[in-house]
């Protein structure tokens, strides 16, 4: 179904992130047809350039990512057509006229902020100032919101000054997901597992977002960042909001964003024998992460596992194991739910049994799978064994199972007006006031991250962390 008629300017148009996620998954958008032939997107950057050569640079961009098919010049030309180009010193006078003469009054106005934080109240208050920020305008901005607390209230304020919280859409990609959206459909459009999903019944959930690449080409911000700001803080966060909140009374933004908020806000501190850190070591001809961000003191973590506790009713008593890290074994990422034992056996000397696990997965081959327990098979006696009942997305729904990347996903709702899938303002600054804390005492702390292999499943602190509480992570790779 297409999207209504929209005018979208994208800050940061010649940038890394537009050229990898934005224009390709608009393009995309426009070759299913999602995107109303009316519908015009206004790259800006500080570059002086016309609108000729940024449409050659976006072509450029989007030969590098999107399939070769018979059909794709054809329509990339139509797709180009809707392009325009404002060149705009975001911190200067310059070019908002421009930009002003650009934009019609009667259709969606969206304004994306490809651009470093440290832009994003200036270039809010510009759009207000020049009268183009309208009622119903929306603004759309990019981690990483904050690096604390203090600063992510800053962003908030500088944003507000001139858009309301039901105009703001801060993105964090992994609500895009399609598994991470079937989260929500597995438990609130099924009465299978909601009856099942609480302390009584779940011994323990692992999230793992395990990745084998390292951090190429973002020394700079990631030694800054580190695991817990860059990914924790985010996306896993996200993903345990989204395990352990209550069903919301409707799927509408604030319903389910009120939920995440409670999550968070249940989340106990986690003390220092909880959290293991790890920085990935050097091969025989260096190439660790030392190297890779060229600070041989650097105390930076490029992995992180803890142990987290949601203190409330439904959860007491069952923790959530959360790890994440660069250059692992695989890049893999899921959610695993481990369900308590039976309480009693019948089947005393026939096998250890195999426990039911509900693995969500959402990458790589995004699927559910869930162990079972049933009889080994065939005549020689009574034995248990482990088998799973396994459902790719592709295998199951085919060609339609072919999911949109996380970020098209998010532009058509930006355009549709749902913040669903964005994050709000106060859930953002929770999500920092239980990390400012934990990171807080890395800085204080002379400790380093613990050495662990590339291609491994992280630091032998890691495995401990489980092994102190008689469980094991699943097996990455
Ligand atoms: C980004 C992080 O937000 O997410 C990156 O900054 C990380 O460090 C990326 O690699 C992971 O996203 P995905 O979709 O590849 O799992």
């Known amino acids: 179904i297409p999207v209504e008629p929209f005018d979208l300017v994208l800050f940061g148009a010649t940038g890394d992130l537009a050229r990898r996620k934005i224009l390709p998954g608009l393009f995309h958008r426009f070759a299913v047809g999602q995107m109303p032939g009316s519908a015009r997107i206004i790259g800006s950057a500080r570059s002086e350039m016309s609108a000729e050569a940024f449409r050659a640079d976006v072509a450029r961009a989007i030969r590098e990512v999107a399939p070769d098919t018979p059909e794709r010049e054809e329509t990339l030309a139509a797709f180009l057509e809707r392009l325009d180009y404002v060149a705009i010193d975001v911190g200067g006078e310059a070019g908002w006229s421009d930009l002003t003469r650009c934009l019609r009054n009667d259709v969606v106005r969206a304004f994306y902020l490809s651009v470093a934080p440290s832009l994003f109240a200036g270039i809010a208050r510009q759009l207000d100032a020049h009268g183009l920020a309208t009622r119903d305008s929306r603004i759309v901005v990019e981690k990483p919101f904050g690096r604390n607390l203090d600063t992510a209230r800053d962003l908030n304020a500088g944003l507000r ?281 890395f800085d204080d702390s002379r400790d380093r991250p613990a050495p662990y292999d590339q291609g491994s499943s992280g630091p032998e602190e890691a495995l401990m962390l489980m092994h102190r509480d008689h469980r094991r992570w699943r097996q990455i790779g």
């Open 161 to 441: 000054a001139s858009f309301a919280e039901h105009q703001i859409y801060r993105i964090d990609h992994y609500l895009g997901k399609e598994t991470v959206q079937n989260l929500m459909a597995l438990r609130f459009a099924n009465s299978l597992f909601e009856p099942l999903w609480n302390a009584t019944h779940i011994d323990h959930v692992q999230i793992t977002v395990a990745e084998s690449l390292g951090i190429e080409g973002r020394e700079a911000y990631y030694d800054r960042a580190g695991a817990m700001r860059d990914m924790v803080q985010n996306h896993l966060m996200q993903l345990l909001c989204l395990t352990a909140m209550e069903p919301p009374a409707k799927f509408t933004p604030n319903s389910v964003r009120d939920e995440k908020v409670k999550v968070i806000e249940a989340l106990d501190p986690v003390p220092p024998e909880d959290i293991a850190r790890g920085q990935y070591a050097a091969k025989a001809g260096g190439d660790g992460y030392l190297d890779h961000v060229g600070n041989p003191d650097s105390r930076t973590e490029s992995f992180v596992a803890m142990k987290v506790h949601v203190a409330n009713w439904r959860w007491a008593g069952t923790p959530f194991y959360l790890r994440t890290g660069k250059r692992l074994r695989a890049r893999e990422s899921e959610i695993a739910v481990f369900f308590r034992d039976p309480p009693h056996t019948i089947f005393p000397g026939t096998g250890p049994l195999k426990g039911n696990v509900l693995a969500i997965r959402l990458q790589p081959d995004e699927g559910i799978r869930l162990q079972t327990t049933i009889k080994d098979p065939g005549p020689g006696g009574f034995r248990l064994a482990g088998v799973s009942l396994d459902m790719s997305f592709a295998d199951a729904l085919g060609e339609e199972a072919q999911a949109p990347d996380a970020y098209e996903r998010l532009l058509m709702d930006v355009i549709r007006g749902d913040q669903t899938l964005f994050m709000r303002g106060d859930e953002v600054e929770a999500a920092w006031a239980w990390i400012d804390p934990i990171i807080a005492r």
